[in-house]
């Protein structure tokens, strides 16, 4: 599945309420990871933007491991993993408050290394004004996973951790913004 594209401007869209009202009615809280649930939650009180999907990241190093594990990796060298990328998808309201919010998005890459903000045509075709952050190395940035050594792996991991930290402190700034109205 390609998982980005450059950013798209955003267009006018009649649909966003029942987009945002469909989405939350089909929202199956056993898919989402765990540790994004409070993210989830926290951009639903936003009226400006909706998550559409989201993954936390997962290293696959056996064969025999669950491909939804969320265990750390070890230290030590295990040889390949596939990392199954982390990223959060979100459809904006075409209003000044989503533009604003997308403008902040695009900037968590610029304090990230690895961290790319842009579209997905699959997200778009169906969710106008739709924005993707992702955790990949950018030579695999249109894919969905990547196989990579371990050391790579491990830098991956406490990159992914570090995105996350970012996109929860905006997420305050935006409850914060939007609760003085």
């Given at each position: 599945?390609?998982?980005?594209?450059?950013?798209?401007e955003f267009?006018?869209?009649?649909?966003?309420?029942?987009?945002?009202?469909?989405?939350?009615?089909?929202?199956?809280?056993?898919?989402i990871?765990?540790?994004?649930?409070?993210l989830?939650?926290?951009?639903?009180?936003?009226p400006?933007?909706?998550?559409l999907?989201?993954?936390?990241?997962?290293?696959?190093?056996?064969?025999r491991?669950?491909?939804?594990?969320?265990?750390?990796?070890?230290?030590?060298?295990?040889?390949?993993?596939d990392?199954?990328?982390?990223?959060?998808?979100?459809?904006?309201?075409?209003?000044?408050r989503g533009?604003?919010?997308?403008?902040?998005?695009?900037?968590?890459?610029?304090?990230?290394?690895l961290?790319?903000?842009?579209?997905?045509?699959?997200f778009?075709?169906?969710?106008?004004?739709?924005?993707?952050l992702?955790?990949?190395?950018?030579r695999?940035?249109?894919?969905?996973?990547?196989?990579?050594?371990?050391?790579?792996?491990?830098?991956?991991q406490?990159?992914?951790?570090?995105f996350?930290r970012?996109?929860?402190?905006?997420?305050?700034?935006?409850?914060s913004?939007?609760?003085?109205?």
């Amino acid at each position: 599945m390609e998982t980005f594209t450059e950013p798209r401007e955003f267009v006018e869209s009649t649909r966003y309420l029942q987009d945002r009202r469909d989405t939350f009615e089909a929202l199956n809280l056993r898919t989402i990871d765990g540790p994004l649930m409070k993210l989830i939650d926290g951009f639903a009180m936003l009226p400006h933007c909706f998550t559409l999907q989201s993954c936390y990241g997962h290293f696959l190093h056996d064969p025999r491991q669950d491909i939804h594990s969320l265990d750390p990796l070890p230290s030590s060298d295990i040889g390949p993993v596939d990392y199954r990328i982390a990223y959060m998808a979100f459809c904006l309201e075409n209003s000044p408050r989503g533009r604003a919010l997308s403008d902040t998005l695009s900037q968590i890459p610029a304090d990230l290394n690895l961290v790319q903000f842009g579209s997905a045509d699959w997200f778009w075709e169906r969710w106008p004004n739709s924005y993707v952050l992702q955790v990949e190395p950018t030579r695999y940035m249109t894919k969905d996973h990547a196989v990579v050594d371990h050391s790579e792996a491990l830098h991956i991991q406490h990159i992914r951790d570090l995105f996350f930290r970012s996109v929860k402190e905006l997420l305050e700034r935006q409850q914060s913004e939007h609760c003085r109205g």
